[in-house]
């Protein structure tokens, strides 16, 4: 965990599986052993099954054995009738960076094990994700939520297997808590957790798929700093949004230049994704095959093109702005 060299003093999500309690105690530990504050647990009763106000109670109790502050954030809104993982995880990160924010914590753990990562790339690979969703879950990334992006997430587990950390709260004689939804084949990871069983029987175990995701993790990376490149060279401030040297972007290898305009896309807009990546390379080709005409919208931007007087730089720029009528998401807190 030290290696990860995160801010301190640090907030635990822990829904009271054996993940994200085993993390609870290994942190509790290490702070103890290092002479650091103690984390803060921080647990959601998400009202999704009758048996969430007990879980989520039942952390809190966990959590005062061991000594550790508990608070319990409850997920108000209406819930969804539909794509209810999706909506369930979004509203838990709100509501985590939320109290993240308000008491001054920058850093905040979560209890993502190997098995999540093999199982996130399976549900991407079946989605047709790029090469950004297959890299999977990175062990250091910023809060996924606009305006809480300040708050670090991090998952010192991604190493280890689910039935070791089962292990080692059984050494402890400590119980944990089955999550109703976890056994419910409605819900895609439910799917893919049970095909993972053949698949591990036929070879492809959970740790040549997460090492897939790292590999594939790498790559990003580099193709990241090359796209700050691209960004540095052609890419200025223009009024409220940004202008993009034409010549410079569509020159630019194509997986570089959609993530350049992706990234320019994002910061005006205030958007934690990208746009879809069909309607991007759409966007894209019009911008280089210059039939962008009067204009374009996407992702909240309007997308427009400027003819520069001789000398500027480049001829034509491509201008990034908020769409009018819609207001930008921050992006920092």
Known sequence: M??????????????????????????????????????????????????????????????DETGLKADVLRWRD????????????????????????????AALYTGHTLDDQAETFLLRLARGSGLDGLSSIRPVAPLPVPAMQSVQLLRPLLGFRREALRRYLAERGQEWLEDEMNADPRFARVRIRRAMVLLEQAGLTGERIADAARHLGRAREALEVATAAVLERACRPAGKGFGLDKAALVSAPRELALRALAAVLMSVSGQSYRPRFERLERLFDTIREGSLGGGATLHGCKISLERLPKGGKGSVRILIAAEPGRKPRATTS
Not at 30 to 43: D, F, K, N, Q, S
Not at 83 to 99: F, H, I, T, W
């Open 78 to 105: 209406a819930k969804p009738q539909s794509d209810v993982e999706a909506a369930a995880r979004s509203a838990r990160y709100r509501l985590l960076g939320a109290r993240c924010r308000k008491q001054g914590i």
């Open 2 to 63: 030290a290696a990860l060299d995160a801010p301190w003093p640090a907030a635990v999500a822990v829904s009271g599986g054996g993940d994200s309690l085993a993390l609870m105690f290994l942190l509790a530990d290490w702070a103890r052993a290092t002479g650091r504050e103690p984390p803060i647990v921080l647990t959601v009763d998400h009202g999704l099954h009758p048996h969430s106000r007990r879980h989520a109670q039942k952390v809190r109790e966990w959590a």
